[in-house]
């Protein structure tokens, strides 16, 4: 994957909000099921992640004036974590303000990334990075702790640098299935249903994965608002990257992961295979038509 140098990075599309307090909070006080709850890529619950910021180059660039920082008048703005991943959000938003109304049939509208440190308030409640990213749909944000890439890369083993592209693209799916009324129907039918809540959330996590692989189709096509690419290159190494982030966050690698055995009854985000398969379906079709989880399960 290449950026290209010459991309102007709208900040406007990004919330600092690292280092404006809030911190404090414990374990996850923020709802995860009924209600408008939280969406994302993988619920951490308990795992902490705290301690794994260090000095390499995931290491979250510590806020700032963010809009002069991403600015072209500094040659260094795409070395920083911050500043590449508000370009990612440019590009994510870019294809789905063309492909929500062309493919699905509905209009985009855009909401913002926000980049926090250690906790922060949301339409959904307060919350910890010890929830990992995720998307309110109480106030249309996706929210992140940019230290979640090292743990990423350091314990579930997703080192690649499409890792993070893919993460952002995953929570923007969870907008677009706002947007187009998917999340409210499965928050239903989970009301109607709880024995099978699980169930639902899975194909809800999958359609977000087969979404972001629609994107990532797209993503060299992607142009900033002066029209210059976002990236000059997509490559299979990158597939390749997103498709092992995928498998990283897999229900059964994350059970596996902490010692104890698989139980699918627990899953709440799909196998690693079911995630690298949607995945790779957005992908290859590049078709968020083709992102139908759910068959007749709605």
Known sequence: MSLNPN??????????????GGGGLAGIPIPIGGGKGI?????????????VVGGNALTSDGGGDLARECSADNPDRLQRLDCRNA????????????????ELGQPYSEAD??????????????ADRG??????????????????FQALANRFGAEGEFAQP??????????????????????????????????????????????????????????????????????????NEALD???????????QRSGGGIDESKFTHGS????????????QTGDPKSCDTFGDGL
């Open 87 to 102: 370009l990612y959000v440019n590009s994510i938003q870019a294809y789905w303000s063309t492909a929500m109304p062309t």
């Open 39 to 51: 969406v994302g890529l993988i619920v951490l619950a308990l795992m902490v992640i705290g301690g």
């Open 131 to 148: 929830v990992g990213p995720f998307y309110c749909p109480a106030d249309d944000h996706v929210y992140i702790d940019l230290t979640f």
């Open 272 to 283: 690693a295979e079911q995630r690298q398969q949607w995945f790779s379906k957005g992908y």
């Open 113 to 126: 990334t926000v980049f926090f440190s250690q906790a922060v308030s949301t339409g959904c409640g307060a």
């Open 7 to 20: 991309a102007q990075i709208d900040t406007d599309q990004v919330q600092d909000a690292r280092g404006s």
């Open 245 to 255: 982030a995928a498998a990283a966050v897999g229900d059964d690698s994350i059970q």
């Open 166 to 239: 893919y993460v952002l693209a995953h929570e923007y799916g969870h907008h677009v299935q706002d947007l187009v009324g998917t999340e409210a129907q499965v928050r239903r039918a989970m009301e109607r249903d709880p024995a099978n809540a699980n169930q639902y959330s899975v194909m809800l996590e999958l359609q977000a994965d087969c979404y972001a692989g629609a994107w990532t189709r797209h993503a060299a096509e992607t142009k900033d608002e002066g029209g210059q690419p976002i990236f000059t290159s997509v490559t299979q190494q990158d597939i």
